[in-house]
């Protein structure tokens, strides 16, 4: 009788997991990448004049230059290729442009692992190494800077990764401090129940983040749902955006759009870039959003 009931259990048990239908959304993880980089389309800018070209010729005034355009990638700018099993994204940052995903995506989780390689191109010879990771693309191909789409962005930069820079577009984020940095810059920095405030520009992550050497893998991971976004470093939430929106008259959320991986002039790599969606902000993050009052504006820097 014993063994009957067992075997009762274990059957009804197998009922109810084919009854279960697939795993839940939010565990369901899609990979972005593989060699032939079929989810995705390359857009190049103009080159630096310092950059040869096979068959492009540089205009006498570098802002009325060509872009390369959609799909030319005659530098092999974005290229991808296997390492211990992984496809791995290789960006020679040769020419400003960005890759990007064919679909659009909204409340999702998404997560990659970046390091930095050696090189670095002109123009940015002398400044730190950069990049970025931009979501809720929408609009052409270089609309902004002549390189990127209108976004939001989680900044990828030496010292820098997880600032969000608006482009085109605008978010709250709650700020405790303006940081001196550059002079005559000054900029906000992000930190948990400080002043609210409506950005057309940059906000640094806050102080609370662990950036790894240059050639170590970084972890980094964007969250978002409805209006709110979160930017992850290395496990920790370092920037926290609500109340997205686009620029215009009148300005409309800014809830989901196309992904973009940027060339800006640095080597680096990107591997294990996957994509999940998501119903709702985790409920462990859900304390960090402020309720949407009055914010102060910030001007763009």
Request: hydrophobic fraction near 35%.
């Amino acid at each position: 009788m014993q063994n009957h009931l067992k075997r009762t259990a274990v059957l009804l048990a197998c009922l109810a997991s084919l009854h279960a239908g697939p795993a839940p959304a939010d565990e369901a993880w899609t990979q972005l990448l593989d060699e032939k980089l079929s989810q995705w389309e390359i857009f190049l800018g103009v080159p630096d004049p310092s950059v040869t070209v096979p068959g492009y010729t540089h205009a006498a005034d570098p802002k009325q230059g060509k872009p390369l355009g959609v799909n030319h990638d005659p530098l092999k700018v974005f290229t991808v290729k296997t390492i211990d099993g992984d496809p791995v994204l290789h960006v020679t940052g040769q020419v400003f442009g960005v890759l990007t995903t064919l679909k659009t995506y909204g409340n999702f989780h998404l997560r990659t692992q970046f390091r930095w390689g050696a090189v670095k191109h002109a123009p940015r010879m002398d400044k730190p190494r950069d990049t970025g990771i931009l979501y809720h693309c929408f609009g052409d191909h270089g609309h902004v800077g002549g390189f990127w789409k209108q976004s939001l962005e989680c900044q990828v930069q030496e010292n820098d990764i997880g600032d969000f820079y608006s482009l085109g577009a605008t978010a709250n984020v709650s700020t405790v401090e303006k940081a001196v940095t550059d002079k005559p810059n000054l900029r906000w920095r992000y930190g948990p129940g400080g002043e609210l405030r409506r950005f057309k520009g940059r906000c640094s992550r806050g102080l609370d983040y662990h950036e790894l050497s240059n050639g170590e893998w970084n972890t980094i991971e964007v969250i978002s749902v409805g209006d709110r976004s979160l930017h992850i470093l290395n496990g920790k939430v370092v920037n926290v955006l609500q109340d997205a929106r686009t620029l215009g008259d009148p300005e409309t959320p800014l809830v989901s759009g196309q992904l973009q991986f940027q060339s800006e002039g640095a080597e680096c790599d990107y591997r294990r870039i996957e994509i999940r969606p998501l119903a709702a902000i985790p409920e462990r993050f859900a304390s960090l959003f402020s309720p949407l009052s009055k914010s102060s504006d910030t001007p763009p820097l």
